[in-house]
């Protein structure tokens, strides 16, 4: 087991700097707050933090839209605080993931700032330039996914510029070698550093078709989106040419090969285009990416069929490549209200991490996810997401699953700031699940999330184990994770009722107690057994001699 790579069947605690601890009475978290927090966190029983962009940035899009990549943003630190946090992190045993946004910089980049000065400056080609249609029009019909028209016109140049996010994010042109050079420079920095991994944001945008093809319309049935809102005119086409160019993958081996110049890193690629389970298969071949995830598990639909197709639909198209799963990021509503309503049930909020915990692949564990917080409902005139802004009020943007990190019940920064304002809302249902009541319940999910991790650290087969689901009836999620020469049976109840689990006849099994979520029991009778709602068996399948 020591030769297995770290990363495969890790978890992987995702830290958003903003909103995790203040320590310089600003209202907004900062490098040096997640070194004060690192041993909570190596306490949740994770295997690695993927860390939110902390790099030089106007904050359009609160990091995501990097000024300089190899500068600490003064918001959150200096070097210096980041060397301390890599250095503690590893004296923790904790992998440090770091997020990399490739595609596209800040438009507050130098390289930006000398490519919009005019058509013929050294950096002139670095982004996606074009000329306007003969009537003064975009040059095509892309959408931002942030809504609107893909272009921003530059009077400097006479042209207009590439966004896919916001108009303040100009594309990056990864048809010219000095960018993909400079890209794979910056990464080198980091690795030089000492980071164990990247977290590669929107990986599938790097390249664009070079002909600039209209993107067709997609059928008002098919307009159904993952990440963002349903009436976004980014949903009416489909992005044949805006992303996803079969030109990425070449890139995609470079990447690899300097990541093989230092051994034991690793990439985790964030994947969203027309079939993302297709496209994390493709892009998780040998030589290519380590691990892929996408927006699969990050949906409204929560029942066991959806999962079991999601999951099924991968494994048979991904052949080496590696999962990744997540039911929460930054990004998205948070699970527990997603899949759990106003009030999750705390055996509801325990089930999850043993459901996603029990798949095949890594996990990807936003913070706060241990402590079951609902999605916040954050006010328009507290809103800082330009996304939610834009779109209010039928989309509220990804503020409601942003909001800072409730360490204590009282206080107005709730031990997240001594500020008079956190930079976000801190709204009074997380205080209640804040981490100091629960480390003193025995019984809370932040409790159950420590027991169950630890406990998946001693089973094999959930970290390694090949997965082959069986027919059960809704809400009932049924497989078997195989490791060598053991078979362990997994079956939740993904309802808040008693439910019949068709056990399959003729199986011995043995039950295993499993800490954290609510256990049922495979005291079977006529090959089937009742779970109760929101619980899960873990058992052993013994072999039958013949």
């Known amino acids: 087991m020591s030769d297995r790579a770290w990363w ?26 997640i070194i004060e927090k690192l041993d909570y966190v190596a306490s949740l029983g994770v295997d690695a933090i993927w860390i939110s962009p902390f790099f030089a940035s106007p904050m359009a899009d609160f990091g995501y839209d990097i000024a300089d990549y ?23 045993g904790l992998k440090v993931m770091i997020d990399q946004v490739l ?34 029009t975009a040059p095509n019909n892309w959408m931002s996914l942030f809504g609107g028209v893909a272009w921003r016109w530059e009077p400097r140049r006479g042209q207009y510029y590439l966004h896919n996010f916001l108009a303040a994010q100009p594309d990056l042109n990864f048809h010219n070698p000095e960018v993909r050079a400079a890209t794979l420079a910056n990464l080198r920095f980091w690795l030089d550093k000492g980071v164990d991994a990247f977290r590669l944001d929107a990986i599938n945008f790097c390249f664009h078709d070079t002909q600039l093809r209209d993107n067709p319309a997609k059928p008002v049935d098919k307009r159904v989106g993952r990440g963002f809102s349903p009436d976004n005119p980014y949903a009416f086409q489909y992005h044949w ?22 051994p034991g890193t690793a990439t985790l690629g964030e994947i969203s285009s027309e079939d993302s389970l297709a496209t994390t298969a493709e892009y998780t071949r040998a030589g290519r990416l380590h691990m892929g995830y996408s927006f699969e598990l990050l949906v409204e639909d929560f029942s066991a069929g959806y999962i079991r197709r ?36 705390p055996d ?63 206080g107005n920064g709730a031990g997240f700031t001594d500020a008079p304002k956190a930079w976000l809302p801190i709204p009074p249902t997380h205080r209640a699940r804040a981490v100091s009541r629960q480390e003193a319940d025995a ?46 049976l997994v079956a939740l109840n993904l309802g808040m009722d008693e439910a019949n689990v068709p056990i399959p006849q003729g199986l011995q099994l043995t039950q295993i107690d499993c800490p954290g979520p609510r256990n049922g029991n495979v005291g079977a009778q006529h090959g089937a057994t009742m779970l109760p709602g929101y619980a899960v068996v873990f058992a052993r399948i013994e072999r039958t001699k013949t």
């Open 8 to 33: 495969r069947g890790a978890v992987i605690y995702q830290i958003y700097p903003r909103s995790f601890l203040d320590t310089d009475g600003n209202g907004v978290g900062d490098l040096p707050g």
């Open 70 to 92: 190899r500068e600490v943003d003064p918001l959150f630190g200096t070097m210096a605080d980041f060397d301390r946090l890599l250095a503690r992190a590893h004296a923790l």
């Open 103 to 136: 595609s596209h910089t800040s438009n507050a980049h130098a390289w930006f700032r000398a490519s919009r000065e005019d058509r013929t400056n050294a950096k002139a080609d670095w982004y996606v330039w074009a000329d306007a249609r003969a009537d003064g």
């Open 241 to 262: 040419y805006n992303n996803t160019r079969p030109e990425n993958l070449g890139f995609l081996e470079e990447l690899r090969r300097l990541t093989d110049e230092y």
């Open 310 to 345: 999601t999951v099924e639909t991968l494994e048979a198209k991904v052949d080496e490549g590696w999962p990744c799963w997540a039911v929460s990021n930054h990004d998205v509503v948070r699970a527990a209200s997603r899949w759990g309503g106003a009030t999750p049930a």
């Open 348 to 410: 509801f909020v325990k089930l999850l991490v043993a459901l996603v915990g029990s798949l095949r692949g890594s996990v990807c564990i936003y913070q706060g996810e241990e402590l079951g917080l609902p999605e916040a409902e954050v006010p328009f005139e507290a809103l800082q997401d330009p996304y939610g802004i834009a779109f209010w009020p039928t989309f509220k943007g990804r503020d409601g699953c942003r909001t800072p990190m409730p360490w204590l019940t009282e």
């Open 443 to 488: 019984d809370s999910p932040l409790n159950a999330f420590r027991a169950f991790l630890r406990w998946r650290k001693t089973q094999a087969a959930l970290q390694w184990g090949d997965i082959r689901f069986l027919d059960a009836p809704e809400p009932v999620l049924m497989f078997t994770r195989t490791h060598d020469d053991e078979i362990l």
